[in-house]
């Protein structure tokens, strides 16, 4: 089993502070669960003993007479025999009625430590904000990244390309990777959209127009890295005779972002210095995700190679938006603790046109900070104080 160091390292320092809830969050089968066991078992190694681990996963039935935040509460107090700390594991809790006032009763208390995961980004931002707020630490958990899934697949260097354009066609979620044919990752990723529909979309969330529904996130995934209109959008449901309301339309696109299927990315005006709340993108979380819900049967590269970016991007601890210069844009700039990037990625720059595009996008910035050009390309393109960087050093590297 592959350890997820790069969540755990982040975690750690809170494990044994009880005054704050662990929140674990992202797409279904992201590995959420698996870092959860991760962490018992280092908790059981610091000295802790077993009967003061307790974990409960709330997609198994054995807890299914556990519906509200009462039964919750009285079922996890009913296991203190004594006043030592107890560690509470709540796997998908968004199950659980009212769940988070179970959570702040049990907090107050200070004998319990709790880690919960959920696969809806409402539980921990909205949910938790009346009676939790600020006592809670947050981690998105995304699907493997690159570097991950050459740890699991004991990929050579050599094979960085072919196992690069496999996860452009099927993603990185865990599982996804102990089948070895199409068909079969095909079946995987479409259960595991299916679950999502099925769980978060229609029982947790409401939404019953589940060919709409289908439409909008088909239509975001083909048009992704594209700005995003409300107007294209319902012209497009009119004319395949799935025609929405405005309003149900942002309803139906926040389902998308709050169970992760896709993720928002505003833009940022880099003279005015402010985010712009329209013509915004949106981005797959998975490509294996993207890849079952759209017609193409032939896979977009330089889409699937920005998506990629972005992910990389966010799993390494960015705020990232889309920048908006006087003259066009840059793909991203990525923000990290006032450390500021600007970054173009291009799929492959051997064409000079090509080049001096991507190279020249920034031309009409004037600030100072570092400027990146990200491709496949093993030649060093670098010039005039813009940075060359190879995709896969790129991926490797958890320092950039």
């Keep these: 089993m592959l350890k997820r160091e790069y969540y755990l390292k982040k975690i750690r320092d809170f494990y044994h502070i009880n005054s704050l809830i662990k929140i674990l969050c992202g797409l279904r089968r992201s ?15 610091s000295g802790v003993e077993e009967d003061h681990i307790l974990y409960i996963n709330f997609e198994s039935l054995d807890y299914a007479d556990i519906t509200n935040a009462i039964q919750l509460n009285n079922y996890i107090k009913s296991f203190v025999k004594d006043k030592k700390t107890y560690y509470v594991f ?4 968004q199950k659980v009625d009212e769940f988070e006032k179970a959570i702040n009763s049990l907090r107050v208390t200070s004998q319990f430590s709790i880690f919960i995961t ?21 981690f998105r958990i995304n699907p493997l990244s690159f570097k991950e899934v050459v740890k699991i697949t004991n990929t050579k260097k050599e094979k960085y390309f ?20 199409d068909a079969s990752k095909e079946n995987y990723v479409r259960d595991v959209y299916d679950s999502i529909l099925l769980k978060d979309v229609v029982d947790r969330l409401g939404i019953t127009d589940i060919t709409s529904f289908n439409k909008i996130l088909q239509y975001v995934l083909e048009t992704e890295t594209r700005e995003f209109s409300v107007t294209n959008v319902l012209d497009y449901l009119d004319k395949n005779d799935n025609k929405v309301a405005t309003d149900t339309l942002y309803k139906y696109l926040e389902a998308l972002c709050s169970t992760f299927i896709v993720n928002r990315v505003y833009r940022y005006d880099i003279n005015g210095k402010a985010v712009l709340k329209s013509l ?3 981005y797959a979380t998975d490509l294996g995700v993207k890849k079952i819900k759209t017609n193409s049967k032939e896979i977009n590269y330089s889409q699937a190679f920005e998506n990629l ?13 889309i920048g908006k210069t006087k003259e066009g844009e840059i793909d991203f700039i990525a923000s ?25 996008a920034f031309d009409s910035i004037s600030d100072n900070y570092p400027k990146y050009v990200i491709s496949t390309n093993k030649e060093n393109y670098s010039q005039k104080g813009v940075q060359h960087i ?7 590297n958890d320092a950039f």
């Design 31 to 45: 590995g959420k669960s698996v870092i959860l066991q991760q962490i018992i078992e280092e908790i059981k190694e």
């Design 90 to 93: 709540l796997d998908e809790i």
């Design 118 to 138: 959920g696969s809806n980004s409402k539980m921990t931002f909205l949910e938790l904000s009346t009676d939790l707020s600020g006592r809670y630490v947050s």
């Design 162 to 181: 072919d196992l690069l354009l496999d996860i452009f066609e099927w993603g990185t979620l865990p599982q996804r990777f102990s089948f070895s044919n």
């Design 280 to 282: 915004n993108k949106f």
């Design 309 to 321: 970016i972005y992910n990389e991007l966010i799993k390494k601890g960015y705020e990232v938006f």
């Design 336 to 360: 990290k603790n006032n450390d500021i990037k600007y970054i173009q990625a291009c799929y492959d720059l051997t064409n000079e046109e090509t080049r001096n595009r991507e190279l020249g």
């Design 390 to 396: 190879n995709i896969f050093d790129f991926l490797m």
